[in-house]
Structure formats: C-alpha cells, structure tokens
C-alpha cells in the first residue's frame, strides 16, 4: 500500500485545508479507483478482476480478494510462507494436502455442498460441477445488472464462504457439520445478505427464497 500511495499520492491543498484522492479526475475518493489500482498492481491478469459485489459484506469481498490469487491461509500456503506445521492434509477429509483447489472444489464436502447447492439454486442455471472457483464467477450466464445474476453471485459467495467457516469451525473448535447443516447455512447467509442490500429482494419472503432463490 505504501507504494501505491508513492506511485499515486494523495495530493494536499493547503489553500482549502482538505485532501484530494490523486486517482481520481474529480479528486474524490472512491473505492472503485483504489480497487483497480490494487487489482494492477497485486494481481496477475489471469485473477485481475475482484468483481467486488456490493451485496455481500466487505470481509466477504476481501475473501473472495485473497482467494482468486491464491493467498488464503491453507495449510499447503502456510507451509510455502514458512510456516511449520505438524500436518499438512485437509481438515475436512485428512487425506489430501489442503491447498485451496483441493479445500473448496476437490474435497468431497466442497463436491457435495457444491452438488446440493446447485440443485437448490437450479432455476438459476448454477452450476453443479465445477473445475475451479474460477468457475462460480466466469459460469454466470445471465445479463449483468440483472436479479438472476444478482442472486447466482451472492450464492456463489456464501457457498465459499460457508466452506471456509466449516473448515475454520471443523480445526479451531471441533465443530462437525453435516452437508444438509452447510446449505442450510448458505441459504441462510446469502438470503440475509441479499435481503439487505438488493432493490429486487427488498421484499423477499424466508419461504419463497428457502424453496426456489430465483423466486
């Protein structure tokens, strides 16, 4: 960050007493210039697109951030940043070694969640195999700005998110959960997202978004 704002200074004006944000022309700060500054600068061009979706919460955005580079702290990553651990395998199923593919695409819990997911959220062409995360957000079939991709993202989201929670609760707590338990919770998480920050779910109902999303 600190060579961002080398490159990019925030330029001061003395005469009015205020800031101006150097990366925009009208000099008023906003997340969408930083955004694409840390994005071309952070990011190779393969994951240079954060598509940071406003209807879910910022730690949720900042996730999805670390994930698409690869910088989450799996065991697999902790190990390459010179951490020593006494087991390298996933959490969740102890046989492979928990690199992000693996924990949350490869692993039959991701698979399953992934399956059911999709058969929930059907109506809106989710997919029910993929081969990366890549996938959840490059497999979006609907117009942009439209309530099917709308809802397919926010979905997408919770789906990773969930999965990152059960593995965090699964090795920080013991906390054991079944797959129906996990969609249950992505329902849950991304309806309360939804709900609160979408115009086209402002008025969505817990049973009709539990029963078809795409209502």
Known sequence: MNDLLTHNPIEGQTLFNHWCWGLENSKIYSVRSLRVVLDE???????RATIWAIQVPIKVNVFVWRLRPNRLPTRVNLEKRGMVLQDYKCVCCNVEEETVQHLLVDCGMAKELLA?????????????????????????????R???????EVIARALLWT?????????FEGKVKTTQQLLMEVKEVAYNWIKSRSKWYRNCLWSDWFDNPAM
């Open 163 to 171: 999965l990152w929670r059960f593995r965090n609760g699964l090795l």
């Open 41 to 47: 600068n952070m990011l190779d061009e393969a994951t």
């Open 116 to 144: 059911v997911t999709g058969f929930w959220a059907a109506s809106l062409n989710f997919p029910l195999i993929i081969n990366s995360t890549e996938d959840l957000f490059s497999q979006q079939p609907h117009p942009p």
């Open 146 to 152: 439209s309530k099917e991709k709308e809802a397919s």
